[in-house]
């Protein structure tokens, strides 16, 4: 007999991966929201997401386009259409964002397709502004500048 043995083939693809779980207003107790909670699931098949503090080379540095590698944008409904709100301590102005420098997670050993899910709380009046209807728009990005898709949050009301 004679017996071989093959690698495992990696699970998921190599890009990037997110799913929306969901995107939850919660209530600070006295008939205002305080934050949402936006839930995702993501995977990659390479295991290249986040980044080392030492990750400072372009495009990773600080105010590099890749230095954040998990993008989310709010949008504000104003006038019936969707637009991304300034963020009013910025300077020069900036739209308003809420992106994450995810820490380098590469499993050890010899696969290495992750999966996993993550939290984030995003506060319902940023730097002062009380939108009345938001949603979120998020993306993720690998150590080799692979995008997931682009997804996007049903609209939110939020009580100020």
Same mark, same amino acid.
């Given at each position: 007999?004679?017996?071989?043995?093959?690698?495992?083939?990696?699970?998921?693809?190599?890009?990037?991966?997110?799913?929306?779980?969901?995107?939850?207003?919660?209530?600070?107790?006295?008939?205002?929201?305080?934050? +949402?909670?936006?839930?995702?699931?993501?995977?990659?098949?390479?295991?290249?997401?986040?980044?080392?503090?030492?990750?400072?080379?372009?495009?990773?540095?600080?105010?590099?386009?890749?230095?954040?590698?998990?993008? +989310?944008?709010?949008?504000?409904?104003?006038?019936?259409?969707?637009?991304?709100?300034?963020?009013?301590?910025?300077?020069?102005?900036?739209?308003?964002?809420?992106?994450?420098?995810?820490?380098? +997670?590469?499993?050890?050993?010899?696969?290495?397709?992750?999966?996993?899910?993550?939290?984030?709380?995003?506060?319902?009046?940023?730097?002062?502004?009380?939108?009345?209807?938001?949603?979120?728009?998020?993306?993720?990005?690998?150590?080799?500048?692979?995008?997931?898709?682009?997804?996007?949050?049903?609209?939110? +009301?939020?009580?100020?």
């Amino acid at each position: 007999m004679l017996f071989s043995c093959q690698p495992d083939k990696n699970k998921f693809s190599s890009v990037p991966f997110l799913q929306l779980k969901g995107a939850y207003v919660y209530n600070n107790g006295f008939d205002k929201d305080s934050f +949402i909670l936006l839930e995702l699931y993501y995977h990659d098949g390479d295991g290249d997401i986040g980044l080392d503090p030492g990750d400072t080379a372009s495009p990773f540095q600080y105010g590099g386009q890749e230095f954040y590698n998990l993008k +989310i944008w709010m949008l504000e409904k104003k006038n019936g259409k969707w637009v991304k709100p300034f963020n009013p301590l910025s300077n020069p102005p900036d739209t308003l964002n809420f992106h994450e420098r995810i820490p380098r +997670i590469t499993p050890t050993g010899r696969a290495k397709w992750i999966e996993g899910n993550l939290s984030i709380n995003i506060l319902a009046e940023p730097y002062g502004l009380k939108p009345d209807t938001v949603k979120l728009q998020v993306v993720l990005s690998d150590r080799k500048r692979q995008k997931s898709e682009l997804l996007e949050t049903e609209e939110l +009301i939020l009580k100020h």
